[in-house]
């Protein structure tokens, strides 16, 4: 049960309405990685908790991460006042209000839609949705899936703070950035409270595959650093060595029946194709310039540097 106190949890000082900062508040409001995703994120992880520390501390951040969409959603009706005001009474001439919502940069259904209100949408007016909670009902998974969502959102409240020069709401965003690297914190400290965090879940690794790192990307720029070198790992850089790593022979295999057999063998003598076979096509017989070789050669061929500027004329004349 909840109990509503009509004080924010910080105070909310906006200097004067801005539509297009507000639309830009609306990211923390509904989007990916905004108040609503984590408080959703965290109700459901807290609820299906078994372990009582872990649930306590769940469904506390849960519930002041719902305080945190008040103070966002309260920034973004102090900022659209103006406009709010202005499209709910109408006191403005018509093309003024469509010039009003343009040069806000406020979103057509933020205006017209919302009113100017805080809605459940991100900055470029997509709803939210549940896709944004990622839990997976395993504690080492979901910790560490937080401490990675409470990063994320510390960044976009920089980035935020960093396109404003209102100093109420830097203040208020500020705050709002601090408590998730508080969050982070937390949440740190309840994965380590796990003995054997890692790997997550409850399977062990194979053994011979857990200290390998394979460089698969290899030429100018490979680098060695921990992450790669040094007691922990077998480092690959001949992947003939590994390829492939079960010592079979790299091949697909399923055991059929019967029936399946004399299916399948019919299916691949119905679709085999005929390597002798070189039939003119829709490209051979639609080619022009830039369709390199066909069958047809005069009428294909990329062009050359010297014809682009034919081409772009005659393209121009068509």
């Keep these: 049960m909840f109990m509503h106190n009509k004080r924010l949890q910080y105070t909310v000082r906006v200097s004067e309405p ?55 959603g309260s920034i973004v009706a102090m900022l659209n006042k103006g406009l709010k005001a202005q499209l709910a009474e109408g006191t403005m001439k018509e093309a003024d209000l469509y010039m009003m919502v343009g040069q806000t940069g406020s979103s057509a259904k933020e205006s017209i839609l919302f009113g100017g209100a805080p809605a459940l949408c991100d900055s470029a007016g997509v709803p939210w949705t549940a896709a944004y909670v990622d839990s997976r009902g395993e504690p080492t998974v979901d910790l560490r899936s937080n ?75 490979d680098t060695t650093g921990p992450w790669n070198t040094g007691e922990e790992w077998d480092r690959v850089d001949d992947l003939e060595q590994v390829m492939p790593v079960d010592g079979g022979d790299g091949t697909a295999s399923v055991k059929l029946g019967a029936k399946d057999k004399k299916v399948a063998a019919k299916m691949a003598e119905r679709t085999m194709s005929d ?8 490209a051979d017989l ?32 068509k």
């Excluded at 997550?200 to 394979?214: D, F, N, Q």
């Excluded at 390199?292 to 081409?311: L, Y």
Aim: glycine residues 12%.
């Design 18 to 72: 801005n539509p297009r900062l507000a639309t830009m508040m609306m990211e923390q409001f509904g989007g990916a990685d905004g108040e609503l995703a984590a408080a959703m994120r965290y109700f459901t992880q807290g609820l299906g908790e078994d372990d009582a520390g872990r649930k306590d501390l769940l469904l506390d951040i849960a519930t002041e991460e719902l305080s945190h969409l008040e103070v966002i």
């Design 147 to 221: 401490i990675a969502a409470e990063a994320r959102a510390k960044i976009v409240y920089e980035r935020l703070i960093n396109i404003t020069d209102d100093p109420g709401i830097k203040d208020a965003l500020g705050f709002l950035m601090t408590r998730e690297v508080a969050h982070q914190k937390s949440f740190e400290k309840a994965l380590y409270a796990i003995e054997n965090n890692f790997p997550s879940g409850k399977l062990p690794g194979v053994e011979k595959y857990a200290s390998m790192y394979v460089n698969t990307s290899q030429g100018e720029g």
């Design 275 to 282: 390597p002798a076979a070189d039939p003119t096509t829709g």
């Design 286 to 317: 639609g080619a022009g310039p830039g369709a390199g070789r066909t069958k047809n050669g005069d009428m294909g061929g990329a062009p050359d540097i010297e014809s682009a500027p034919a081409i772009a004329e005659a393209t121009t004349a």
